[in-house]
C-alpha cells in the first residue's frame, strides 16, 4: 500500500503527502503540491517521488504543464516528472541544478538566473517571490483564487502528522520538540537561515501583503485558516521596523 495521502484541499488544490526523515532520523515529511490552472493545465510544486498514486491523480487533473522545484536542495524528484511530463516546463531556483545527480536535466527557466521580472506563464494563476536572502534559496508561492500560500522550508509547521499517517513504520513526532509557526524556536531559526537581511526584509513583506489563509508547506501539517498569523510569526524579527 502507498504512504502517500492524497487529498484535496480546496477547489483545484491537490497534496501529495508522504514520509521523509532530515539526515534519515528526524521526520519532516514530504509534501507535493498540485494545481489545476483555469486554462486546465497543471502547476506541480514536485518534491515527493512519483508513485502510481501520484501519476494517477496528476493525469486526471490534466496535462502538467510546470514542474517547479520550490529551492535548491528539494530537487531530488525533478528528474522523475520532467521525464514522465517531457513537455512541461521545468523551473527551479538556480542553485538546484548545481545539486542535480543528473546534469543533463535543463531548466526552462531559474530563479537566479533569469531576470527578476521574468514571466514563466503560470503568472496568472499563481503569484511568486524568490527569497535570494534566505539560505536554501527558497521561492514562495501564492495561489490567489483558493487564497493558498506554498513554500517548502520557508516556514516549517513539525510534527508532521498527515505525512506519517499512513507510514509502514516510524512516527511524525520530534522526540522534545515541535517546531511550529508560534513556536519560540521558529523565528530564531529564520532569521539564523537569512543571510541578507535586507532582502529578506524585503521579501517577508511581499509574502506578508498577500491575501493568504492557507499555508502548504513541504514540512509539516497544512495550517487551515491562521496562515497570515503563522507567516507573520515565523518573520516577526523580519518585519518588525526596529530591526
Not at 84 to 113: M, N, T, V
Request: charged letters at 25%; proline letters at 6%; one cysteine or more.
Amino acid at each position: 500500500m502507498s504512504e502517500t495521502v492524497i487529498r484535496e484541499v480546496a477547489k483545484n488544490v491537490w497534496t501529495f503527502s508522504r514520509p521523509f526523515a532530515r539526515f534519515g532520523v528526524i521526520p519532516f515529511g514530504g509534501r507535493s503540491t498540485a494545481i489545476k490552472m483555469k486554462d486546465g493545465g497543471v502547476w506541480l510544486l514536485a518534491s515527493t517521488p512519483l508513485d502510481e498514486d501520484t501519476k494517477s491523480t496528476l493525469n486526471n487533473l490534466g496535462p502538467v504543464r510546470f514542474i517547479v522545484g520550490a529551492d535548491a536542495v528539494h530537487h531530488l524528484f525533478l528528474g522523475q516528472y520532467k521525464k514522465e511530463y517531457p513537455s512541461a516546463k521545468l523551473i527551479a531556483p538556480d542553485a538546484a541544478h548545481a545539486r542535480l545527480e543528473d546534469k543533463s536535466l535543463k531548466f526552462d527557466g531559474a530563479w537566479g538566473r533569469d531576470p527578476p521580472d521574468t514571466k514563466y506563464g503560470f503568472e496568472d494563476d499563481i503569484k511568486s517571490c524568490y527569497f535570494d536572502g534566505f539560505k536554501n534559496k527558497d521561492v514562495a508561492f501564492f495561489h490567489p483564487d483558493s487564497k493558498t500560500l506554498i513554500e517548502a522550508d520557508l516556514l516549517l509547521n513539525l510534527p508532521c502528522n498527515e505525512q506519517y499517517s499512513k507510514a509502514k513504520s516510524g512516527s511524525g513526532a520530534i522526540p522534545f520538540m515541535n517546531v511550529n509557526p508560534w513556536s519560540w524556536l521558529h523565528p530564531r531559526i529564520v532569521w539564523s537561515l537569512g543571510v541578507d537581511k535586507e532582502a529578506m526584509r524585503r521579501d517577508a513583506k511581499t509574502v506578508a501583503s498577500w491575501d493568504f489563509e492557507r499555508i502548504i508547506p513541504c514540512h509539516g501539517d497544512t495550517i487551515e485558516g491562521k496562515g497570515k498569523d503563522a507567516w507573520t510569526s515565523v518573520y516577526k524579527f523580519y518585519l518588525q521596523n526596529n530591526n
